[in-house]
Every structure is written in C-alpha cells, then in structure tokens.
C-alpha cells in the first residue's frame, strides 16, 4: 500500500460499514449503520459496502445488501473466529488501505469500541466515539440543529458546500452534544451508537441484487497475540430494552418494598404490552439484573412510552431515556428532575398510583 | 515489574453541571474526581502489586498541574510513583494525540517483559473508552478491554472480558494493556498513613522537554495540531417543554388514561 | 480553621468511607440487635482508622489530635455510633498507655489496639463513683508478684467486646480523694473477670455496654500503668482527650442533622411552598449552621492547641465538649422539629441523631462536670 496516504482526503470515496457477526449472526446493528450509511452514501453520491469479516460468513453477505449495502467484501480465515482485537484490525485496516473508502462506521458495541480505536491509531486518523447523529449535507445538519438545540442557525457562516461528514454524540454525560469533524484526515471514522439510527425496511430486491465480493486475507497465527481460551454466552433471561415499544422502569422508589414494587411494574408493563427496566440505583443493589439498566452507563434506549417509577432522574439516567416518544413520570418528590422532560408528570407513590393507573387502562379494553 | 496505570481527573458530572454561554463545559466551575473506571484500573494494580511484592505501581495522568492532587490521593491510596504529564504543547489534544502523548510518555518509562499498563474501560467527561486501545496500539502492545477479572498464571495472564451477551476469557502475554470496568473490583480508599506520607513518594512531571526525544512525540501528531479531530459546534440539547401534571387520584389517573388512548399513544 | 492539603484529603477519606461503607442496612442492623458488627470494625482496622494517634512503631498512623477529630467528626456525621467504634482505641483505649506505658507494654498492648487486632476499654466509673471519680471503691491489694483486685466498674463502653481493659483502683486505702489510685491492664480473660448484662440504652445502639466484675483478679505488676498510687493525673489527661473526641462526635451528628434537616426543607411542602421559604423554619436552619460552625472552629483550635502542649489545652478541651455536646442536643432538636411528625418517627435519620445526641453530654464528663473544670480553671 505504498500510495496509501491518509492526508490526500481526494483519494478516498464512499461509505464502509463494518458489520459486525458473531457466531454467525449479524449484530442489527449493523443493519441499523448500513441504513443510515445508505442515507450519507446518496448524499455523496457515492457507494455503500459492507465489509464482513469472519470464519464462514460468505452466506450472510447478501441480506446487507438488504438494508442498502452496494457491495460487500467479504473477509473469511479460520483467523478470524472468534473475534480478535489484533487479527480483525489487520484485516480492517488492510481493507480500509485497499479500498479507501471517506468513512467507516462501526458499531459502538463491546467489539465495535475495541476494535475502531485501534484501527484509528494504525490508520493515523480520527474517530468519534458512540455517534448519535450523522450527517453529510450542511443543510440538513441546520436543520438538525433547529430541531434539537437552542442554537441560533441564523447567525455564523455555513459552508453550504461542505461535504465532510459531521458527527454528532452526546458528552459530559449527555449535559452537551457536540459535533466532531474529521478535515485533515481520511477516513472519516466513528462509532455509532447501538440502537439509535433508524433501520430501514429490508428490501429482498436490493438484497438480490447486492455485489459479494471476496477479498484476500493477509493473515498468520503470529499476528495475533491473544489467546481467546472459551467464549461463554450468558443466557441471562434476557428482556430486550432497546427493541422495546414499552418501558416501564423502576428507581430508588421501590426500596420500601422490593418485590412488590418490581412486581407492580410488572403489571403495568403487561398492561401496556412492554417490558420492566431500571434505573442504576435499582441493578447496583442487585434487585434487577443489570442488562435491565437503563441510562449513560446502560441502554440507551427510545420506545414509544416510558414509564419512569420511583426515578428520580440523574442527568445520567435521563441521557438514556430522553428519547423516548412519551414519558410518563411517578415520583413522590415534585422537585425530581425526571419530571422535567416528562409528558405527564404524577406526583404521588407509584405504589399507590400504578395500581389505579393498571385498573383504568383495564377498563379501557 | 512495573504496573502502570493510566488516570485522569474529570469534572463530576453527577452533580449540576456549569454550562458557559456558548454552549461549552465550564470546567472551573465544577467540581473534580477521579475518573471511576480508572480506580478500577487502580485497585488492578495494587492487587496484582500486593501479590508480586517486587512490583511498583505507577500512576501515570495527562493534565493541568491541578492535577497533582489526584495523584496525592493516589499515592496516599497506595501507588509508588506519579507522573503527572503536563505542558502546554499537549493542550487540545483529541484521543489520537491524547494517546500518543501517553504512550511517549510510558516509552519513556520504559516497559519491560512482565509490566503491564492499565487503563479505565473510559472517562466519564468523554465517554470516548479510545485511549486505552490507542496507547496499545502504539505502544505495539496487545490490548484486552473490558476487563472483568484478572488472574496472573506463569509470565500470563487470563482476562475475563465482558461482551453484551457473555464473555470471552483471553489469556494474554506481557507486557500487554487492559482496560478495567467496574465489575473488576471494589477500589480501595486512601489509608491514613498513606495520606501523612505521601510526599515522600515520588512525583515527576514530564513535559515537552521531558519527551521530546521520544519517536512517538512531534508537534504534529501530539496537542491541538497533533489532533485529527475537531470540535464543529458544541450545544446543550434543550429541555423538553412543559408536560402535563397529573393528580395523582384516581380521577386524574384515569383522565390521563383517556389521553393517552385518545392519542392513541396506548 | 484553613485545612492544609492532607487535611483535606484524610477528610475526604473519612467521609467517603462512612457514606460507602455505613450503609443504611448496617444501620438498621445495629439498631436492631444492639450488637457490635466486627465486619464494619475490621474494616476500619484495614484503613488504620484505630490507631490514627498511635506512633508508627505501635503499629498507629503516627497522625496528631487534628486527624483524628476529623475522622471522628466525619464518621458521627453518618452514624454516632460508629463513630465510636473507632474513637475508644483511639483515645480512652490507648490514651494511657500512650501516656505513661513502658516499652514493653506498649510493644503488647498499645500495637494490637492501634491495629485494631484487639480492644481496650476504660474502667473508671463506679456505681457509686461517677462524676466524682476520686470515690473509686475497687482495690488492688499487692500479694507478691501480683496485684489483687476486687470491685465493679460500670457503664463500660465496649466491655462486652473488648479484651482488655484499663482499670482504675485504689492502691493506697490511707490516701483520701483522687490520691491512692493506680492504674491497671486487665486482661478481661483472666480468673475473676465478668461481665454484666448488656445494658438497654436510649441511643448510640450497636456498640454494647455493661458493667465490669472483679473478683480476686490476680495481675501481674507488669501490668501496672504508670507510677503506682498516682493514676489519676493519668485519667484526666486521658479524659482530655476522650473529651475532644466527644466534642467532634457531637459535632459530627449536629452536621449530619443539619444536613438532614436542611434537604428536607427544601423538599417538604406545606401552604403551597417550601418550608425552607417560611423564616420559622430558616432562622432555625441559620441558627443551627452558626452553632455548628462555631463548636468546629473550638474543636480544631482545641486540638491543635492541645498537640502544640498549650497549658490551657485542659481547659480548652472541656470548653469544647461542654459547648459541642450542649449545641449537638439544640441542633438535633431542631433538626427533628423541621421534620415535625416525620421527624418522631424512626424511619427518619434525625429521630435517632436526636437519641444519639443525649449521650454527648453524659459520657467522660456531663456538662456539669465540664462546667466545674471549666470554672476551676479560670477561679484558679
């Protein structure tokens, strides 16, 4: 890759979406990336491709397509299963030297978010951690900004032609969002966070039509140099909180009675057709596993309505819910920051309110 | 055999946060801990340290001479030597010119075949969780992050790594990086002595000069030049308008019932 | 009072550790069953929070007065009575030995307390022997090698946990008043040591007390403390000592009381406001905040003056727990009137600061006694 030089911006073009397998298994979240690349891709006017890597994955290649992946290369060794921080970065970084594409994205999973740091570093470029937005246009981007901030738009300078991409992620524990830009260098990298970027409709006709393309594998057992010994997958009885329409969460409110407290969330939830999560304060005294946790540390999450119970709303936990459509608030305190944000705010005991709240939406049915 | 670990001082950020007007953290205002993950990393190393009695623990921070106090309270806790990085040639940097400053500064410790260096699974100001992978890569060391336990086993070590769904266990040569979560451990507090004694722990701050001779430190891959990164616009996202108080009666409880079907929200 | 740097860092270690480490479900325990819980003692042994004052030679932290106030202060702040735990080895515990005990025994003693490995108490008070401490009735007859005492000690603050004890006994039956008494390590396994009936107290729950019984305990000379027949210097030089850990006990819980008082005032809503908004309830939250800051300026001043062999120090530390043990009962009682009924009830933290609160001015002195030290002082 002698001609590779991550400063000649002009040598790079289209959008390459990391997507992320295991066990043979897409992580949606690449389905998720491949749709908002599609999005960054047209308006560049340039190819979208996923870049697939693994030990038998051709296979898996065409339902990217799908999603509205170009083409897919597809990188398989024996090297590559299970994952490993060092064979996947020399395949990545090999394949990103080959093609040059102007940005990767990555999943900001427990993979995604040890692996695009170290490929950033080899590749001598920027990445942005945990995107929630992206945009290309620099009206659309405005446009952004006069939906989701107090910022003028009207005064400063645009530059309307400007076509890098702008990477927008919360900081601070979500006290500030800020817009990270890439200029000097290419590619243009982040990782983007899991459950955030709207995926679109699986199309069976693009996926038919999506482009596989292998590419070689430079890799020897002596490139990597960590033993992955037993992969254990933990099947906690898992609840989906990011594919959840319906959250009903528990806080520091249930203490006085635990198992009731949880149990009436319950019924709520199954009233509402959703399922029960929890603040930190709730996982940290291990009264809910703590994949249930909602917030800065756990799942950011977005369903159409939350119920937040006895949460008295750190700024930590709002930055995972926030999003959410509808928000329902329970707290005894008037004063609880959860209710600032909340559609309806209840001041009272959820012990108390949740039941009244279960009666009357029985009634309703 | 050295344990260094890398730390940074952060604003808190669970208390109220002071925004200036232009939309930007007023850090002065604000008061500053330890970054959590990294007392993670901490108490790693000093476990690792009381089993290896040879060892040295250092503590090792990138930042204004502020600073210095959280290396007190490191050293009081329990760690040998501080370094505090600090100049202004290494203001502005993002995490690609964070972590190469880092690891200019570890190469110029020096890293020997049974060291290890220990990060913070990431800081809460940033949440990035990228320096750690980023000094490793350009330390040349293999990297295992998101440590949830550690065990040390002949010149090895076997790392439980957590994944959203389980967990791998790598084992792993030295010298090598961890990132630490907190599921690793439960940090230690200062000791009294530790704190009446501290001072007499060495405490060195590099500065340019310092590295400069180092291969990973040039002005152009360290600080505000150094960074491929920029900051376009920094905003506070608005709070949402106004919702609606509910009585919390039974009447009012079922009025919002009603809403929220008319709505057809439910 | 500016804290210097270590200062500031002991105080948050102390602080930091009681919010983690004196959880709410230890605290309930404690004031449920009444029992010492060794797991929350060892810990505070781990950090050398026993033997702040010790030298380092002994096994201590080799800290002066002011560390540990602060320690003291910070830990009644979230429970008084764990802040006991750690404020009898540091002061009545070790107090005497760190006075006047020989090389060997501070080598067997004063380093497994100051390590927290064992427990020291302090045996002066008498059932008929309280206030006035020179009508001590327990003897120690010497029988060669040995002394032989006989007599009860009351209201021995964790006696029931403790291995030894030091006891104060009359020596010289001929000698009147505070003359005559000597000194003694009593290891509280000996032949003719027991105990009484963990008593049923108002407050400080969780750290027991009861009465000690001495029948024909043979201890060796050895054993003495200090020159025989003149223990009592000793006992109220220790007492000076005893007194600013209890004047920093006291103001630890009138903070912690404030604190609790001054959150709810804000939550609390009554007539459609705040009652922090009502100047009833913020001329009583101002009064308290003065008080307070006032007892810790004494407190500080008293224990550098006290390091620094002020020889007022004596009179200072009666100043101190006199004024900080008075202000802690006003302080606590406000702090459950702003709570009004909520307050009375025991869920609430303040109904037991307020419990808490009485002992300061009982315990190594009432006030009373402070008063008369105070006044003989300043009459002398």
Redesign the interface.
């Known amino acids: 890759m002698t001609n590779y030089d991550c400063k000649n911006l002009e040598a790079f073009h289209g959008v390459m979406v990391f997507c992320e397998q295991r066990d043979g298994v897409v992580n949606p979240t690449s389905f998720e990336l491949l749709s908002e690349g599609r999005k960054l891709a047209d308006d560049l006017g340039e190819e979208l491709c996923g870049l697939l890597l693994g030990g038998d994955v051709q296979g898996l290649a065409k339902q990217l397509g799908g999603y509205g992946a170009d083409k897919v290369y597809v990188c398989e060794s024996p090297l590559l299963e299970p994952y490993t921080t060092d064979a996947y970065t020399k395949v990545l970084c090999d394949a990103v030297q080959e093609l040059k594409p102007s940005i990767v994205l990555i999943g900001a999973t427990n993979i995604g978010r040890d692996l695009g740091p170290r490929c950033a570093a080899r590749l001598h470029t920027g990445l942005t951690a945990d995107v929630t937005h992206l945009d290309i246009d620099t009206a659309k981007y405005i446009d952004f900004l006069n939906e989701t901030s107090t910022i003028d738009t009207s005064k400063g300078k645009w530059d309307m032609e400007d076509k890098g991409l702008k990477m927008t992620r919360p900081a601070f524990g979500g006290h500030l969002m800020a817009t990270i830009i890439c200029p000097r260098f290419r590619p243009q990298m982040s990782t983007v966070r899991p459950g955030v970027m709207q995926c679109a409709e699986f199309d069976e006709a693009k996926a038919n039509a999506c482009e596989v393309v292998p590419l070689t594998v430079a890799l020897e057992e002596t490139d990597i140099h960590t033993k992955v010994v037993e992969v254990v997958r933990e099947m906690k009885e898992t609840v989906d909180l990011l594919g959840a329409e319906v959250i009903v969460s528990v806080g520091f409110g249930i203490s006085k009675d635990v198992e009731k407290g949880i149990a009436l969330a319950q019924e709520l939830a199954d009233a509402l057709g959703g399922v029960v999560g929890a603040s930190r304060a709730v996982t940290d005294a291990g009264w809910l596993p703590s994949d249930r946790q909602v917030g800065q540390t756990g799942k950011t999450v977005r369903p159409r309505i939350y119920v937040a119970l006895g949460i008295s709303g750190a700024i930590q936990h709002k930055a995972g819910m926030q999003d959410s459509e509808y928000i329902i608030a329970v707290n005894t ?3 609880a920051p959860i209710f600032e944000g909340a559609d309806y705010a209840i001041v009272g005991d959820l012990f108390d309110v949740v039941p009244t709240m279960v009666a009357a939406l029985k009634e309703k049915k | 055999m050295k344990y260094i670990v890398c730390v940074k001082q952060v604003p808190n950020t669970s208390g109220k946060v002071a925004v200036k007007e232009d939309g930007t953290m007023d850090r002065s205002k604000m008061a500053t801990i330890i970054n959590p993950d990294d007392l993670n990393a901490v108490e790693a190393a000093l476990a690792l340290r009381d089993e290896n009695p040879d060892a040295k623990v250092i503590v090792i921070s990138m930042g204004p001479p502020p600073a210095k ?1 959280m290396l ?2 490191l050293l ?1 806790m329990g760690a040998d030597e501080a370094v505090l990085v600090s100049g202004r040639e290494f203001g502005g940097s993002d995490t690609f010119a964070t972590s190469q400053i880092l690891a200019g500064a570890i190469a110029h410790i020096g890293l020997d075949k049974d060291d290890i260096v220990f990060c913070g699974r990431q800081a809460i100001d940033g949440d990035t969780a990228q320096v750690g992978p980023q000094i490793a890569e350009k330390l040349g060391l293999p990297q295992v992050s998101y440590a949830a336990d550690i065990q040390q086993k002949d010149g090895t070590l076997m790392v439980k790594r957590m994944l959203e769904d389980g967990y791998m266990t790598i084992e792993v040569e030295t010298p090598c990086l961890l990132t630490c979560i907190k599921e690793l451990n439960k940090p230690r ?5 530790g ?2 004694e ?1 001072d007499q722990k060495p405490l060195t701050v590099f500065d340019f000069e310092t590295l400069k001779d180092e291969p990973l430190i040039e002005l152009d891959t360290i600080g505000l030049k150094g960074s491929p990164t920029n900051v376009y616009k920094s905003f506070s996202p608005p709070a949402k308008g106004e919702g609606v108080r509910v009585e919390a009666t039974a009447d009012g409880i079922r009025g919002m019932v009603e809403d929220l079907c008319e709505k057809h929200i439910v | 009072m500016i804290l210097n ?2 200062q500031q ?2 105080r ?2 102390y602080r ?2 009681a919010e983690n480490e004196f959880t709410d479900e230890l605290l309930d325990r404690l004031e449920e069953t009444g029992e010492f819980d060794w797991d929350i003692f060892n810990e505070m042994a ?4 026993l033997g ?1 004052k010790a030298p ?1 030679e002994y096994g201590g ?3 002066d007065s002011m ?1 540990y106030v602060l ?1 003291v202060e910070e830990f009644s702040r979230v429970s008084p009575v764990l802040s006991l735990y750690a404020n009898t080895s540091n002061s009545l515990g070790s107090g005497p030995l760190l006075f006047c005990g020989t090389e060997e025994q501070k080598q067997k003693y004063l380093t497994p307390v100051a390590k927290g490995e064992k427990i020291m108490v302090f045996c002066l008070t008498e059932p008929g022997a309280g206030s006035d401490a020179g009508g001590t009735l327990t003897t120690a007859v010497e029988d060669g090698d040995y002394f032989v005492l006989n007599g009860r000690k009351t209201f021995v603050s964790g006696a029931p946990v403790a291995d030894y004890a030091v006891v104060y006994a009359k020596t010289d039956p001929t000698q009147r008043g505070s003359r005559g008494i000597s000194m003694f390590i009593v290891d509280l396994k000996l032949p003719g040591v027991s105990l009484g009936k963990p008593e049923h107290k108002m407050g400080i729950i969780g750290y027991p007390t009861c009465d000690v019984i001495l029948e024909d305990v043979r201890v060796h000379k050895s054993d003495l403390l200090g020159p025989k027949d003149r223990g009592f210097a000793t006992a109220m030089k220790t007492l000076d000592g005893g007194r600013l850990g209890v004047a920093a006990q006291a103001l630890g819980m009138a903070q912690g009381a404030y604190e609790e008082a001054l959150r709810y005032s ?2 609390r ?1 009554q007539f459609g406001r705040p009652i922090k908004d009502f100047q009833a309830i913020s001329f009583m939250l101002a009064d308290m905040a003065t008080e307070i800051e006032a007892a810790r300026e004494l407190i500080y001043s008293t224990a550098e003056k006290k390091d620094a062999g002020d020889p007022e120090a004596s009179k200072l530390c009666a100043m101190a727990k006199y004024f900080a043990s008075e202000m802690a009962n006003r302080v606590a009682y406000k702090a459950v009137q702003i709570f009004g009924g909520y307050g009375y009830i025991k869920e609430y933290k303040v109904e037991k600061f307020y419990r808490d609160a009485r002992i300061t001015s009982i315990y190594e002195g009432t006030s009373q006694v402070q008063q008369m030290v105070i006044a003989g002082n300043i009459l002398r």
């Open positions: 305190n008037s004063d | 106090g007190h309270e009081a507090y200062m000791t009294v002595r704190v009446l501290f | 740097e270590k860092m002991l948050k270690l930091d550790f781990k950090y050398g929070f702040i380092v932290q080799g800290g560390d320690m804000k939550e809503k």
